[in-house]
């Protein structure tokens, strides 16, 4: 495997640089209000149309961890995996209807913000702090690790220059505000669904010509016939990958807290469409949507592509690493074995998609921290351009603690399951939290506490309960299967979907216990949410619908 880039795959490099950053300096000059207006710098208030919106969405979520660990779960696992990013287009068209207009219609900007608005300053403050830290030591240093780590694997540039190269790039971008981000992001697609493309034509390409035969569509047909175990969605119980992906619980349990809680309740991702007006807004979603459900194309097809290529005795050496097979290494191998020029775009596409994420996380957090913390407990008389400023050194910091603390994590391998897991240990808290606190005015804030504090407590009480109780006897309701180690555990999906039930039973409880004088205190403190608010145009609802049929499609041609 050539672990290098020739003169020609530099300069199709150089070329997607060059356009990136200088159509996002002609964004930063055209726009310089928002270097002082902190709600323009920070959300591009009434900037961003709709299209800009929906590929800063996919930009933003799309990064190292999908093109290195969704491709090596399709190599072991198959096309099962698509479910996050299929189930993503649904998640999308729910949050478009139900909590994007209550979002706009009290002029949230923040999620911490929601919760001071809904619950109180403790609620919000606590969580902001968390959201801080969980974004800085899981979600950015996993992207930029995993992001080098892609990238050192396929150029062989020295690993922690990758790093830094990775986080100058994506602070240069985040220095310039979500306008620059979301403008640029529109770029930053169109190169990662173009390289990703070019990668995905050479696996297909690769699999027919092996065959004998030739023209990727006959490469698609070679696929599901000698990997047929590798196109199923839903996984049986004695799948050896079930605790991953545990059967209809992808489609009616805990996927669905996965999902709409990134897409719902997550600043990273909704602070795109929070400076846009509604219609806007939910346009970009639905644009999103459909994207969504071409990226199984793009990052699992060639994962497996590789493995039916592996089998048949191709790439023996190269999927190795330290002696064992290591599914993360398909996608690099395919892209290595691009012809010159491809492979420069290729990369072009994957260093898109990881400075994208990059800055979309950095502005999140410098938003969370400038407009909660600092504004909110610091210096409550900072003007606009104290603001801004602070929030650009928040950017800088950020990055150079992710570049510090990541080589620690031990996230090398199974990077996507890392993060999907450990966000998964508060995910249900922070749900039920947010549901209950759009739809129920009752909800207190000593119950959001207690989901807050609860949810993460339970987590962790059910992930380590296997080493205390013999849980085989699950096995037959498929809430348990055996680990590598053959001990039987719950799969993680499934233990969200158990905590967020405690949460929102316990939420209620302590709702309804509350003195009415509590509930008053706590209740939604100028929170406007009426069933008109949730009506949608019947264009809107025309292609909500034709999402909803493809997925419908996918799912019963792949069941």
């Known amino acids: 495997m050539q672990k290098s880039l020739q003169f020609l795959d530099y300069v199709v490099f150089l070329v997607y640089f060059v356009i990136v950053a200088g159509y996002g300096f002609y964004i930063y000059q055209k726009k310089k209000r928002s270097t002082t207006d902190s709600k323009d710098f920070f959300l591009a208030e009434g ?8 590929a800063s969405l996919i930009a933003s979520n799309i990064s190292a961890e999908q093109f290195i660990g969704m491709s090596g779960s399709g190599f072991a696992i198959g096309l099962a995996i698509s479910t996050y990013e299929w189930m993503a287009a649904a998640t999308l068209i729910v949050v478009a209807v139900f909590f994007l207009p209550i979002y706009l219609k009290n002029k949230i900007y923040t999620m911490p913000q929601f919760l001071l608005t809904r619950y109180n300053k403790t609620v919000s403050t606590i969580m902001a702090v968390f959201w801080l830290l ?9 992207i930029l690790y995993l992001g080098a780590l892609a990238i050192n694997t396929i150029s062989g540039i020295n690993f922690y220059l990758c790093m830094s190269l990775l986080a100058i790039f994506a602070v240069f971008i985040t220095l310039g505000g979500m306008k620059v981000i979301g403008y640029t992001d529109v770029i930053q697609v169109f190169f990662l669904i173009l390289g990703g493309l070019a990668t995905t034509y050479l696996a297909l390409t690769l699999v027919s010509e092996h065959f004998g035969e030739t023209g990727v569509i006959k490469g698609f047909h070679l696929l599901t016939q000698h990997a047929n175990d590798h196109f199923h969605m839903i996984l049986k119980k004695d799948d050896p990958h079930y605790l991953d992906l545990p059967g209809l619980t992808i489609l009616v349990g805990g996927m669905w807290i996965v999902n709409l809680n990134y897409w719902g309740c997550n600043q990273y991702i909704t602070q795109r469409a929070l400076g846009a007006d509604l219609k806007t807004a939910r346009s970009g979603l639905l644009f999103a949507g459909f994207l969504k459900l071409l990226m199984p194309v793009i990052v699992v097809l060639p994962g497996i592509a590789a493995y039916v290529l592996h089998q048949q005795g191709m790439f023996q050496t190269e999927m190795l690493k330290e002696g064992v097979v290591n599914q993360d290494n398909a996608y690099p191998v395919l892209m290595n074995l691009l012809p010159i020029g491809m492979k420069g775009l290729a990369f072009a596409a994957l260093t898109a998609a990881i400075v994208a994420s990059l800055a979309g996380k950095a502005n999140s957090i410098s938003t969370i921290f400038s407009l909660d913390i600092y504004k909110e407990i610091f210096n409550r008389k900072a003007n606009e351009k104290e603001i801004v400023n602070v929030g650009r050194w928040v950017v800088v910091i950020a990055m150079i603690l992710a570049i510090v603390i990541s080589p620690f994590l031990g996230i090398e391998k199974g990077g996507f399951k890392f993060i999907q897991e450990y966000t998964g240990f508060v995910s249900p808290g922070i749900f039920a939290m947010f549901v209950l606190g759009f739809f129920w005015k009752r909800a207190t804030p000593s119950a959001a506490l207690f989901a807050m504090i609860g949810g993460v407590i339970l987590s962790f009480v059910l992930k380590f309960l296997p080493d205390a109780v013999d849980l085989s006897g699950l096995s037959g309701i498929g809430f348990a299967a055996p680990n590598a180690a053959g001990v039987f555990e719950i799969p993680f999906l499934d233990r969200m979907g158990i905590v967020f039930v405690f949460c929102v039973i316990g939420m209620i409880l302590i709702s309804l216990i509350s ?29 909500a619908i034709l999402i909803c049929g493809i997925l419908i499609a996918l799912y019963a041609a792949y069941w």
């Open 47 to 54: 900037s961003l149309t709709w299209w800009a919106i929906g």
């Open 515 to 543: 003195p009415k004088r509590v509930v008053a205190a706590g209740g939604p403190k100028g929170l406007e949410v009426d069933a008109s608010m949730f009506r949608t145009s019947t264009a809107f609802t025309v292609i």
């Open 134 to 142: 969980l974004y800085v030591i899981v979600n950015l240093t996993s």
